[in-house]
């Protein structure tokens, strides 16, 4: 069974940092890519991070350039999401998601942790 375990969510102050943790584990984790998506209240869910498995490349999209930073630890089958400089519209569950190829679809989920940071 493909289970992917999200973590490491909490309440932060504008500046803070958290780390998020993906635990990934009935899956060969070289084969996927490991995304991070957010859903904010009200708004769509935004895919925000991703990274290979198989060669550790990696994409962030524009909002979080330069404050989130994507890594992996293979021995560990876990997907980290370091978060700095937090900002009140990072406010939104985090999701962790696995998918076969870059521009694939995601096909299986984790739940969500939820991020609030305030001002």
């Known amino acids: 069974e493909v289970q992917l375990q999200a973590s490491g969510g909490g309440l932060v102050q504008a500046g803070g940092s958290l780390r998020l943790s993906c635990r990934v584990s009935?899956?060969?984790?070289?084969?996927?890519?490991i995304g991070w998506m957010r859903q904010a209240p009200g708004k769509e869910r935004e895919g925000i991070s991703t990274i290979s498995g198989s060669d550790g490349s990696t994409f962030y999209t524009d909002s979080v350039k330069g404050r989130f930073t994507i890594s992996s630890d293979n021995a560990k089958n876990t997907v980290y999401l370091q978060m700095n400089s937090l900002k009140p519209e990072d406010t939104a569950v985090y999701y962790c998601?696995?998918?076969?190829?870059?521009?694939?679809?995601?096909?299986?989920w984790g739940q969500g942790t939820q991020v609030t940071v305030s001002s």
């Open positions: 998601a696995a998918k076969e190829t870059k521009f694939g679809t995601y096909k299986y």
């Open positions: 009935g899956l060969t984790f070289e084969d996927y890519v």
